[in-house]
């Protein structure tokens, strides 16, 4: 089968897939912060999809108001309109639904890196023994074997945001949002944990969104992209990437590849500059 037959093949998805409520529908998100005197808009109208078992992603300027809609979807902050659905319940404003990546690690630093990885377990029951052996194969897995019992400051900022990571992985809701996981890393141990990423993700098929500047990244790994305008934060473009999966890594040489490359580095970079403007007449 050549590579442009396996896209179509893989374009349509099960059937009985698509049935099932989606694991999140946000319909409608706007939010504005209020200070004394003045208001700041960060998102118009958002609504956005992700279906069971999808890897979308969001790219979008930064400063946009990404963030927040992740805030917004893990009911810490909430919008001054629209609904946030999860398997079909309206869970807008609660709390505990989602498992969360933030952008900053947020590892407790009393805390040794295995009970880091184990929290959200424990926050939602209690941690067996089985629970302990599965971190430790993970945690051998993302190349942090033997640092279990270290506490957080111990470990380079690539290392920590692995046990970040592996703690979101392991929290037992089912939709991940996963907040620029890769932004501290250099190009290399970046390019790793994105191969290491789409093997984990194509063999575990949880439902993810992700926030990403990176362009090559989000088209590496997902299969749906929203793009987000400059603030406040519209969907500007919903872009549906058929690369087929398992995805190997020789697909960003593919010239679809590079093709949906360019289109979404020209929008992105529309948005900069009409960001850059605006700030500029101010
Ligand atoms: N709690 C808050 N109060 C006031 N302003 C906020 C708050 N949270 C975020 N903002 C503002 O909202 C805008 C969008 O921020 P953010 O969602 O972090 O953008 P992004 O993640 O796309 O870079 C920024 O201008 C930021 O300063
Ligand atoms: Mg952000």
């Known amino acids: 089968m050549s590579i442009t037959e396996e896209i179509r093949s ?29 208001s ?39 919008p001054d ?3 946030v659905r999860m398997n079909g319940t309206d869970v807008t404003g609660e709390q505990g639904h989602i498992s969360y990546m933030p952008q900053q690690p947020a590892l407790f630093p ?18 067996d023994q089985a629970a302990r052996e599965n971190a430790r194969y993970w ?30 992985l392991l929290s037992p809701q089912e939709l991940m949002c996963l907040d620029e996981p890769f932004s501290a890393l250099d190009a290399l141990t970046r390019s790793d944990m994105q191969r290491w990423l789409l093997d984990i993700w194509e063999e575990s098929r949880r439902s993810v969104l992700f926030i990403t500047h990176n362009i090559e990244e989000a088209l590496l790994l997902s299969s749906r992209i929203y793009v987000f305008s400059g603030r406040p934060a519209s969907v500007l473009q ?31 970079r529309e948005e900069q500059q009409k960001m ?5 007449k101010k």
């Open 10 to 38: 893989d374009a349509k998805p099960a059937t009985a897939e698509t049935e099932l409520p989606p694991a999140l529908e946000a319909s409608g998100i706007s939010k504005s912060f209020r200070a004394k005197r003045s």
């Open 40 to 78: 700041l808009q960060v998102l118009d109208d958002i609504t956005l999809t992700v279906r069971k078992g999808e890897f979308v992603s969001i790219v979008g300027p930064s400063g946009s108001g990404k963030s927040t809609l992740f805030h917004i979807i893990g009911g810490l902050v909430k």
């Open 81 to 83: 309109a629209g609904t």
């Open 110 to 127: 009393w805390r040794t890196i295995e009970d880091n990885v184990l929290l959200s377990q424990e926050v939602q029951g209690s941690v």
């Open 139 to 168: 945690l051998d897995k993302v190349g942090l074997g033997g640092f279990e019992k270290a506490h957080p400051h111990t470990l380079s900022g690539g290392m920590q945001q692995r046990a970040a990571f592996l703690r979101a």
């Open 238 to 268: 919903v872009v549906d990437v058929p690369f087929p999966r398992p995805r190997r890594e020789e697909i960003i040489e593919h010239p679809d590849f590079i093709k949906l490359r360019r289109e979404l580095s020209g929008w992105m």
């Open 276 to 280: 850059q403007g605006s700030r500029s």
